[in-house]
């Protein structure tokens, strides 16, 4: 079984619960989804994790759980579950991989935005642009730590490996 930590206070909660369900099927998965909304609800998600025995997490994007980066990691880890998350920011805080955006070049494009309004732009003006860029960060010693061999094509496929 794989869970999914989901914001029920983020509006689009039901759209990411929905998407997470389709890959799962597509892949042939069981999917459940856990939420998260206050300061307590990680502890008390990672507590039904290891209860129902869950073979790894997908922790969906949401400024809820970036903020709450460090006390995530230090959860899966404690569980010892493998978790993929949706920025760098969580392995670069001891998780062990994530895919996602690429941040540096989304805030580029923030600044590019910004310098462009400071000038006298009009927001109605300016083109609405997807990032493009995503990146897979890959940290080894997560991956130990659970007694996981990542296999080298994935290696080769990262970003960034960090030892």
């Given at each position: ?33 856990l939420t998260a909304q ?40 404690r569980c010892a579950k ?82």
């Open positions: 079984m794989i869970v999914a930590l989901l914001n029920t206070g983020n509006p689009n909660a039901h759209a990411y619960a929905l998407q997470a369900q389709a890959a799962a099927d597509a892949l042939g998965l069981r999917l459940e989804v206050t300061e307590a609800d990680p502890e008390a998600a990672f507590a039904i994790v290891v209860k129902r025995r869950a073979d790894a997490l997908v922790a969906i994007a949401d400024p809820f759980f970036i903020a709450r980066r460090e006390q995530v990691v230090a959860l899966a880890a493998p978790v993929i998350y949706p920025l760098r920011w969580f392995p670069e805080a001891g998780g062990l991989l994530s895919y996602g955006p690429a941040v540096w070049g989304f805030c580029r494009q923030l600044g590019t935005y910004a310098a462009r309004i400071l000038k006298g732009a009009n927001v109605v003006d300016l083109p609405i642009e997807q990032n493009t860029k995503y990146e897979l960060v890959i940290i080894l010693k997560a991956a130990k730590a659970l007694s996981l061999t990542v296999p080298s094509s994935l290696l080769a496929r990262a970003d960034e490996v960090i030892e």
